[in-house]
């Protein structure tokens, strides 16, 4: 007679086979009931008939007289709960929209993007494990909202101001998340969301918690400009330590690293080639030094794309959502999650990237990281908001030149 096997416990070793999910997720049976709690493996279409054993509940900001003003008022200076509760659970899923009290669309208020700011508390912490600008936690900087599609996170329609977060985060002892109006002026600000969760009666001790911080940079670079012809300025130089590489992460404790988004603005405006890339990322685990066994080619390579690119693109673990436009002169964004291959740590991590080849280039840097670790660990803390806003695109003749001319030579000469 054959062995028996239980059709859940067949549809986790098939998820396993195929890479859904990792070989732990098989060896941890279900719960029979409710009562006895755990923390769900349900993000694959294999595992959906298995039987669910959590109950599903949600934070929103519904009107609660019945009517249909389901927004929350954020008057500038103030926070505001979004959800709190203190039982185990994992959050799955948050929405949400930015209007104003008079219906008539997204806030006026230049860059209320990088003025609202969104704090993540897991069990009883007095400091939060995010802590991050509204929009570049949801995966777009410098205050830009546009359509996209990745696992982790999306910008929907209308023109990128519906936002969407499907990255678990588990809680044993209660979680708390709040928003913070920090705009300089009165802005009218509402805010729409929702916040759907499992409640648990327990959370395993192995399940790690979600973090989230945000670095900016206006970068220096390691050498002087003067004299060096636009190949040489892209590579000159060797770097041979990693140590004024910009910082997209730093960590202490046990954890894995699971992605970022990067900003980059171009500053230097030359006539002829301004890519701000060519950046090699270095992942420095558990205290390595120069090489770490983690050691890239260059800024496009580790977001996954190549050869200088000037096309959105957006895949489930790697895009371009703001490519830069002529030369590169606006805002570009990418992003990279590791979902399929988180960064494993046991004391500590240093995710870097080189701000161009041997840190040349003097651009406007930012980035989002997020990781999950054990317990609560320390995040980069937030600098005040006029830290925080992208500067000003420059105009110059040569920049003028270089989009009159040059550019339209370069995307219909040059592009592989």
């Not at 929907?156 to 990255?167: E, L, M, R, V």
């Not at 805010?191 to 670095?215: G, K, M, P, T």
């Amino acid at each position: 007679m054959g062995t028996k096997i239980r059709y859940g416990r067949a549809l986790i070793l098939v998820a396993v086979a195929a890479g859904l999910v990792t070989a732990d997720v098989a060896k941890a049976e279900p719960p029979r009931d409710f009562g006895k709690g755990s923390f769900s493996y349900t993000n694959s279409l294999e595992l959906l008939p298995v039987a669910k054993q959590y109950k599903r509940k949600r934070f929103s900001s519904y009107d609660r007289t019945g009517g249909n003003k389901d927004s929350l008022k954020i008057p500038k200076g103030e926070t505001v709960v979004l959800a709190e509760t203190k039982s185990a659970g994992c959050i799955r899923h948050i929405w949400c929209t930015i209007g104003t009290t008079d219906r008539k669309g997204p806030p006026v208020t230049e860059y209320y993007l990088r003025k609202l700011v969104l704090r993540m508390y897991w069990d009883g912490a007095k400091k939060p494990s995010v802590e991050v600008p509204v929009g570049d936690f949801f995966g777009s900087g410098n205050g830009i909202r546009k359509n996209f599609v990745s696992e982790p996170f999306q910008m929907s329609s209308q023109n990128g101001a519906a936002f969407n977060c499907w990255f678990p985060m588990p809680f044993a002892k209660g979680a708390r998340i709040e928003l913070e109006n920090q705009c300089e002026k009165d802005s009218k600000i509402v805010f729409y969301y929702y916040i759907d969760w499992e409640q648990y009666a327990a959370l395993e001790d192995n399940v790690y918690r979600f973090h989230a911080s945000w670095n900016r940079e206006v970068t220096k670079g390691s050498h002087p400009e003067k004299g060096l012809g636009a190949e040489e300025f892209q590579g000159y130089g060797k770097n041979t330590t990693g140590k004024e590489n910009y910082i997209i992460l730093e960590a202490k404790g046990r954890g894995h690293y699971v992605g970022c988004n990067i900003n980059i603005h171009n500053q230097r405006w030359s006539w002829y080639w301004d890519w701000p890339g060519e950046g090699d990322d270095m992942i420095f685990v558990d205290g390595e030094t120069w090489p770490p066994d983690i050691h890239g080619t260059g800024t496009e390579d580790y977001v996954n794309h190549a050869y200088c690119p000037i096309q959105r693109y957006d895949a489930p673990y790697h895009g371009i959502i703001s490519t830069g436009g002529v030369n590169w002169r606006n805002p570009l964004t990418y992003y990279r999650y590791h979902i399929p291959d988180p960064v494993p740590f046991t004391k500590s991590i240093r995710v870097t990237i080189e701000h161009g080849h041997n840190n040349m280039r003097y651009d406007d840097w930012s980035s989002t990281a997020y990781w999950y670790q054990k317990g609560v660990g320390d995040i980069r803390r937030l600098p005040p908001p006029e830290q925080r806003l992208p500067l000003p695109t420059k105009l110059t003749w040569k920049g003028i030149f270089a989009y009159l001319v040059l550019w339209p030579i370069y995307t219909n000469c040059y592009v592989w």
